[in-house]
């Protein structure tokens, strides 16, 4: 998967636009803030979210998280897998750990997104912000 194929959410969602489908999941960032993953609750297909809508819930060891839709669709696939194994979020958060698949035919909602490198530097400034807020 190309690194150029994939936009990001300030909340580290990502997703990847393909022939007006939208593979929508968890960044590796926030798999590694959770640790590991112990369950999922997933949409159900045929659901409709708008952007920056709650779609799922991810339970870890550490929290609960939502996980909120990208872009405005129509779920259109579940990843099943999650429900037996939502270790795979952990494991591959970019291939076999994928969330959902949505039915997205506006471009200029992905385009908007964060592409890797603008999430990096992201995270870099939030990761200095909190430093500074722990030593006032």
Known sequence: MSEANIRLTREHE???M???IATIG?????QNQLRDIVSIELPKVGGT???MQATAIV???KASSDIFSPLNGVVSEINE???EHPELINQSPYESGWILK???SRRS???SLMTMEECDRFVDEEGQKDKGSEME
């Open 26 to 30: 968890f960044s590796d960032f926030a």
């Open 18 to 20: 393909r022939n007006g």
């Open 81 to 83: 897998k999650l429900l």
């Open 14 to 16: 990502w997703v990847m």
């Open 109 to 111: 909602e992905f385009d």
């Open 59 to 61: 339970d870890s060891v």
């Open 102 to 104: 949505t039915k997205s």
């Open 49 to 51: 979210f708008k952007q």
